[in-house]
């Protein structure tokens, strides 16, 4: 099993630990300039390709994993929120104003292109074998504010966006990145059912910080990496 | 023999006041009573042209009002698309006295459409603004949400407003016969049924709309009793019309009823003053020529007349007619600055992820600039 991606790699990197298993993580941001892009079209470095090929194995993608944090992870300067028309019932942000989802959908589009084009990119170069993995399901707003890093401050002082409107986001998020895969005939692989609260947030012990989650969550995922391909 | 017409001046004698070598330098405004000042909140309103209008007060820096305007992650395709911006709030384009009666009486809650959505799909669309954004509403919920918030921002801005410059465009409309709703659009054309027994057609005369716009002055000044009217009349003619007849004729009468109804009103009701845009784009000077080949859009140049004299007559010349629009909006840099440092936190978590307790396999190599050192992996 290939895992290629970034940060959320570390996940299954935790997972395997150093256990003897069949498992070959790559983290892309550990190169400069994992992807090159000559003109109008994205591609893998070759040298990464060719750590893929070497391989030979089903090829996972995790890339562009936190896209939808960059909108939503952190209260905006302008609150707002939105209904998302499967669960328009769900609670909203009594403070914010509300957007149209088409227009939130648009934005996150908008944000999402650079990780849909690097998703284009492994697929072509991958071949048939690859299958994006859903970004883990957002941080519950505790484990957020105890984040020890350097956007700590920040963080706090800005105060920690509207819970269950992250979690519409997120949403969104792995909805436009999943009809991009089904409409490109790549397999998606959502997050592990059991790796999310009542809510859909992240289960407090598997989550490692704001955004990533931990070896127990990246030992959830390769289960499903393992049963895919098996 | 002495007789009135030998003082007259100028402007009042057709060759003097209609014949120039320069077709900008024909002025039909002569001593506009109203002068806007930069900070005077200017609310907009009305048919199409009333887009033109808003849009050079605009960029030439007059406090234009915008109650409802667009969150800055819009982009301005978006922005456009969604209709923010345009006007003071997201009514769209308000082509009847009805209409724009019956937006202030929802607003002061004193008026509850019997039909309070249409549904196209899944999608659900407002009758009252049946081209609001691209596809209707996504959810019944969205689109109550976004009503109610589109009211609190008309409110605010007929509470706020120190003048209202509102843009008479059609005295077509299509009534709804068991509350009296008059619909921007006939029901069936963008969203919504059309229905024989339900929509009944309606072509306002002089007298109504002189009702309705003295019951929608008289709405606005009962909760701002300062504000100010300045009244215009659309030169864009019908792009179609319901009565059996041609659409020139039709577009004639609609024309004449609003022109008349905007000089009866200035002269029936104190600081209502009309603005004659009219005038300056379909005036036989013009020789027809600021209207674009489909002989019904005005032409920018056009525009630029009216505005013009727009701003020479009918402001203080505090503020410098701009025909460019000014630099980013402060929401637009405010998000900017957002995503670009969220750009950032969302980076240094993920570094941050990466020297975090790794795995000695992983530690081994370490996060690296390094190619050919940059990958990690699990003992095989």
Redo the contacts between chains.
């Keep these: 099993v290939i895992c290629i991606g ?2 959320h790699t ?1 996940a299954i ?2 997972a ?12 892309l ?4 300039e994992a992807f090159v892009r000559t003109h109008e079209t994205l591609t893998l ?1 070759p ?2 390709l060719d ?1 893929i090929r070497s391989r030979n194995g089903p090829v996972f993608s995790f890339v562009g994993g ?1 896209r939808h ?3 939503g ?2 209260k ?3 609150p ?1 929120d ?4 499967g669960q ?2 769900l609670p ?1 942000d009594p403070n914010a ?8 959908r ?2 996150l589009e ?1 944000e999402s292109e650079c990780v849909l084009q690097q998703i284009w990119a492994l697929s072509e170069q991958c071949g048939g074998s690859l299958t994006q993995v859903e970004s883990p399901p957002p941080a519950v707003e505790a484990k957020i504010l105890e ?1 020890p ?3 700590r401050e ?2 706090r002082s800005n105060g920690v966006a509207y819970s269950m409107m992250r979690l519409r986001l997120w949403r969104v998020y792995c909805m436009i990145v999943r009809s991009f895969c089904e409409r490109i005939g790549l397999r998606y692989l959502p997050a592990p059912p059991e790796s999310m609260d009542a809510a859909g947030f992240l289960l407090p012990e598997l989550t ?5 989650g931990n070896g127990k969550y990246g030992a959830l995922v390769l289960q499903q990496l393992e049963l895919a391909a098996a | 023999m002495s007789h009135p017409y030998e003082s007259i001046p100028d402007y009042a004698r057709w060759r003097r006041a209609c014949i120039f070598e320069v077709l900008s330098d024909v002025d039909p405004v002569v001593a506009f009573p109203l002068k806007i000042t930069a900070r005077d909140k200017v609310a907009t309103a009305g048919s199409c042209f009333a887009q033109h209008i808003s849009r050079y007060l605009k960029q030439s820096g007059f406090s234009v009002m915008v109650t409802e305007p667009a969150h800055p992650m819009l982009n301005d395709a978006d922005v456009v698309a969604f209709n923010y911006g345009i006007y003071t709030a997201r009514y769209g384009n308000i082509y009847t006295s009805r209409q724009l009666l019956q937006l202030f009486q929802r607003a002061l809650g004193r008026f509850e459409p019997i039909d309070p959505y249409w549904t196209n799909g899944d999608r659900f669309i407002d009758p009252l603004r049946p081209t609001i954004q691209p596809d209707g509403f996504a959810s019944l919920r969205e689109y109550e949400l976004d009503r109610s918030q589109h009211m609190a921002a008309v409110r605010r801005a007929i509470q706020e407003l120190d003048i209202l410059v509102f843009t008479f465009g059609l005295t077509e409309v299509w009534i709804n016969r068991a509350d009296g709703t008059a619909y921007p659009l006939c029901p069936g054309v963008c969203g919504g049924t059309f229905d024989p027994q339900q929509h009944v057609f309606v072509n306002l005369t002089a007298a109504d709309v002189v009702a309705d716009m003295t019951a929608a002055i008289a709405l606005l000044r009962e909760v701002n009793p300062a504000a100010r009217v300045i009244l215009t009349v659309s030169p864009v003619p019908l792009i179609a019309t319901a009565e059996n007849r041609h659409v020139q004729v039709s577009t004639t009468y609609s024309k004449s009823v609003l022109r008349v109804t905007a000089e009866e009103l200035t002269k029936s009701l104190p600081n209502v003053h009309y603005f004659p845009s009219y005038e300056v784009i379909t005036g036989n000077f013009a020789r027809g020529c600021y209207f674009a080949d489909d002989l019904r859009s005005v032409r920018e140049e056009g525009v630029r007349h009216v505005m013009s004299l727009f701003f020479k007559h009918a402001t203080d010349g505090s503020v410098v007619f701009a025909q460019t629009a000014p630099p980013t909006q402060s929401a637009e840099t405010l998000n900017m600055r957002f995503m670009q440092r969220m750009e950032e936190v969302v980076e240094v978590l993920c570094d941050e992820d990466q020297l975090d307790e790794l795995p000695r396999s992983a530690q081994q190599n370490g996060p690296s600039a390094v190619p050919t050192a940059g990958d990690f992996q699990a003992p095989v």
């Design positions: 970034g940060s570390n990197a935790l395997v630990g150093d256990a003897e298993r069949n498992i070959y993580v790559i983290n941001r550990n190169f400069t470095r040298d990464i750590l936190n944090n960059r909108l992870l952190v905006h300067p302008r707002f939105f209904v998302l028309p328009p019932d909203l104003e509300i957007v149209p989802f088409d227009a939130v648009n934005a908008r984040h890093g350097k956007s920040y963080i490692r910080n704001a955004t990533h």
